[in-house]
T-cell receptor, first 114, second 117 residues
Framework: NAGVTQTPKFQVLKTGQSMTLQCAQD?????MSWYRQDPGMGLRLIHY???????DQGEVPNGYNVSRSTTEDFPLRLLSAAPSQTSVYFC?????????????FGNGTRLTVT | AQTVTQSQPEMSVQEAETVTLSCTYD???????LFWYKQPPSRQMILVIR??????QNATENRFSVNFQKAAKSFSLKISDSQLGDAAMYFC??????????????FGEGTQLTVNP
């Protein structure tokens, strides 16, 4: 049982480049989300989805795009990378409709923008 | 907006002893859950324990227990019989509804726990 799989684990980009962080889950979770982790700030919600074809913004959505064409996949796109996007990114999923359903996290992607 | 505050950036404990990590939150909502997550150096986020706002009884998971004080908006984590493997960053988190059927997990800043042998 793979759970939540994120790729790549590490990535270095130059300012202005674009890339996609991949996230896939095999638990049939309706809810998927992306967080970024910065020192001293905990994790902050970027975008989330409650099902295929449905996405919405979180706390820090600027500079990021998402789509949800299948239940399993929820990629995060950086259109024009900026140094402020240097961070560790986590994808997380859970069942929808129950606040107590724990989030299952991927192992994170460390992104550095130079 | 909801906020979660962990006022102890770092804590240390001797192996086999007990340590308590503090967490306070601010909300006007009545329906929410509280969580503690552990992040070891591997970077993996691991659920430690969760508490429903409507339940007055404090949650317990083996050596981990919480002291949930709803009126004071306090949610501390007690680790008993600390082990070397407990060394990690601990995050307190608050989950509330967002939008039509989504939700948001709001995290505190984290507390780095060191366990001394």
């Amino acid at each position: 049982n793979a759970g939540v799989t994120q790729t790549p684990k590490f990535q270095v980009l130059k300012t202005g480049q674009s890339m996609t962080l991949q996230c896939a889950q095999d638990m049939n979770h309706e809810y998927m989300s992306w967080y970024r982790q910065d020192p001293g700030m905990g994790l902050r919600l970027i975008h989330y989805s409650v099902g295929a074809g449905i996405t919405d913004q979180g706390e820090v959505p600027n500079g990021y795009n998402v789509s949800r064409s299948t239940t399993e996949d929820f990629p995060l796109r950086l259109l024009s990378a900026a140094p402020s996007q240097t961070s560790v990114y986590f994808c997380a999923s859970s069942y929808v409709g129950f606040l107590g359903s724990p989030l299952h996290f991927g192992n994170g992607t460390r992104l550095t923008v130079t | 907006a909801q906020t979660v505050t962990q006022s102890q950036p770092e804590m240390s404990v001797q192996e086999a002893e007990t340590v308590t990590l503090s967490c306070t939150y601010d909300t006007s909502e009545s329906d929410y859950y509280l969580f503690w997550y552990k992040q070891p150096p591997s970077r993996q986020m691991i659920l430690v324990i969760r508490q429903e706002a409507y339940k007055q009884q404090n949650a317990t998971e083996n050596r981990f227990s919480v002291n949930f004080q709803k009126a004071a908006k306090s949610f501390s984590l007690k680790i008993s019989d600390s082990q070397l493997g407990d060394a990690a960053m601990y995050f307190c988190a608050y989950r509330s509804p967002l939008g039509t059927s989504g939700s948001r997990l709001t995290f505190g800043e984290g507390t780095q726990l060191t366990v001394n042998p």
